[in-house]
């Protein structure tokens, strides 16, 4: 079985930019990696200083290349659970059989999209179905565009991406706006369609328009949808690691978890971050790792020099 200093789980920003980190701190590493990232339908990449516009698969070849160059190891494959070895470190168990000893872990597993259940929805999801306006605003701005509403905040949202357009249609259930989200919305121009929908109407492979359950059709290029996220954290949670009230993994600023030897980045304890974020996170919690192991090495080091 393998001995690593630090096994990292998940490929991500988060975990590539660990990896980067450790690897050239002279660490011996290893990235785990599914190799299903969560932004794999975008076409591009936003918001990324030096690399916007970059697609995602580009910026992981370049980071695992980057990772292999200073000597850090890649897997590809699935980590199915996670288990103390009774000394101090972990060992981690891959679907294939095989089995990572580490002295550090580093989950890095990240986020999917609990979207509403509409027909042609998921299909166009990251094309022209979208979750951040951060992310996809630009590309969009000045279009007719809609924002699919009806969740807790989600009128706050739509405000957030009345930034890049003046021609925004909330579409809601009846009898969920408050008086003051009302007014706030029409305050901003923000259109207001309160009914079920039926379908998204796609023609030519392009969204047209949104269908309501009474046959209305609305024309809209591009839709904004707030998602509900449910991090992929049942590694952390099945190693006894805290989580809070709406389920997400407690950590401290460095991404330590409440289990001694296992730090978290990215996604998983992160709903906001986006890729820049996820990256520095992980680099964040590389270097209180990388301490963590060195604050270790000293204490062996003692035992073993004294007479």
Known sequence: MSQYDVAIIGGGAAGLSAALVLSRARRKIVVI???????????????YLSRDGLPPGELLRYGRDEVRHYGGEILDGTVTDLASDGRGGFEAGLADGRRISARRLLVTTGLRDDLPDLPGLRE?????????????????????????GGTAGSAGYAQIVRQWTHDLIYFTAPDTLTAVERSELAARGIGIVEGGIDRLVIDDDQL?????????????????????????????????????????????????????????AGNVIDPRAQVITAAGAGSAAAIALNADLVDEDVRVAVRLHQP
């Open 33 to 47: 990696d599914a190799g299903h990232p969560r932004n794999a339908s975008a076409a591009h990449m936003h918001g």
């Open 124 to 148: 166009r999801w990251a094309r022209d179905v979208l979750h951040c306006p951060y992310c996809h605003g630009h590309e969009v701005r000045d279009r007719r565009l809609g924002v699919i």
């Open 208 to 264: 047209r328009g949104v269908q309501l359950h009474d046959g209305c059709v609305v024309p809209r290029d591009a839709l904004f949808v707030p998602p509900r996220f449910v991090p992929n954290n049942r590694l952390l949670t099945g190693l006894g690691c805290g989580v809070d009230a709406a389920g997400w993994a407690t950590t401290d600023a460095t991404g330590r978890t409440s289990v001694a030897g296992v730090w978290a």
